[in-house]
């Protein structure tokens, strides 16, 4: 899968082509389009349109990204942005692309983990994640022509590695090599150790030290760190990201509800509203239950009919611990 993705805008028009090799992501180019501010606004726009028409010809991607303007104070820039908007996506439709769109923060979401990261944090994700030898620094350019991308770092490419970057980690499977009761464990994995997070209650099911286990990860950046979270099940993985996108959750508090609740559980407690099974996780409160119940429902899709079985009061996991969570509803104050 090629994929062209472009940061709208009549000034300066960013874009970014991504190639998809199996699981292993490589970049191709990227760079900026510009329009001159003193140029009317009619010749601005043709122009900017026959640079995305000949960056698409010759690039010749097979889908297009175009970043949705979800949230703009300045109504001059809004439109600017709404109108180069419109030219890509007419572009990418008349070449017979399959078009997406996609708001910042949902960008910021898949690639950095979080949702609000910075510039920098999502920079340096990007240049982990396509093994660019330093950050992208896509060079301003008035004509279409795709500027490279910095020179990948590691072996460089040959027989039975044809330009292939790092492969974002999804999951471990090796050996258990250290177990803490506070989530942290260590997987070793051909002789390299991963230092993961994980629910307190995952622990135990791990096995013994030297068991053989498999964690589905999420890799979270931070500025002044790359952490990994693992879990036992891809639904809890799924949860989990949908809790760190809501607004106002972290990965403690994330990984803190899924030691209370299994996703099931989290999902019936949302299709039915149930506020008092949010509350049993420590730190949350009933507002701000109610307003995770609110998040929830569009970022869990509500597949709740299909995988929650009958509806009713959800069940909270059991905790392996002798009295970790006092039996009956226990809101704590809001966090």
Request: charged share 20%; net charge positive.
């Amino acid at each position: 899968m090629f994929v062209l993705g472009i940061d709208p805008g009549l000034t300066r028009c960013g874009y970014g082509a991504v190639v998809r090799e199996g699981s292993v992501l490589r970049a191709v180019s990227a760079g900026v389009l510009t329009t001159s501010p003193t140029t009317a606004l009619p010749e601005r726009l043709a122009e900017l349109q026959a640079c995305l028409r000949a960056l698409m010809a010759e690039l010749g991607p097979g889908a297009v990204a175009v970043e949705r303007v979800f949230f703009q104070v300045n109504a001059r820039t809004a439109m600017s942005v709404g109108q180069a908007s419109g030219l890509a996506l007419a572009e990418a439709a008349a070449r017979g692309c399959a078009v997406a769109q996609y708001t910042a923060n949902e960008v910021k979401q898949a690639v950095a983990g979080y949702g609000a990261a910075s510039k920098d944090q999502v920079q340096r994700m990007v240049q982990a994640q396509l093994g660019l030898a330093t950050p992208p620094a896509p060079r301003r350019r008035r004509c279409p022509g795709p500027g490279p991308l910095p020179p990948r770092h590691g072996p460089p490419a040959g027989p039975g590695r044809p330009g292939r970057g790092p492969i974002v980690i999804g999951s471990l499977r090796g050996s258990l090599r250290e177990a803490g009761l506070d989530g942290a464990v260590v997987v070793e994995v051909g002789g390299v150790g991963y230092r993961v997070l994980v629910p307190p209650v995952t622990v135990p099911a791990l096995g013994e030290i030297g068991a053989d286990v498999l964690l589905h990860t999420h890799l979270a950046v931070r500025e002044d760190a790359l952490t990994l979270y693992g879990f036992a099940r891809r639904e809890e993985r799924t949860c989990f990201e949908a809790l760190i996108g809501a607004h106002g959750v972290g990965p403690a508090l994330a990984l803190a509800v899924l030691s209370v609740h299994t996703p099931d559980a989290l999902r019936r407690a949302v299709a039915d509203d149930d506020v008092g099974s949010l509350c049993l996780v420590p730190g949350v409160g009933r507002k701000t239950a109610a307003r995770l119940l609110i998040e929830l429902k569009d970022r869990l899709g509500l597949a709740v009919a299909a995988s929650a079985g009958p509806t009713g009061t959800s069940t909270p996991r059991r905790s392996t611990t002798a009295g970790r969570h006092p039996p009956g509803p226990r809101c704590a104050r809001p966090w």
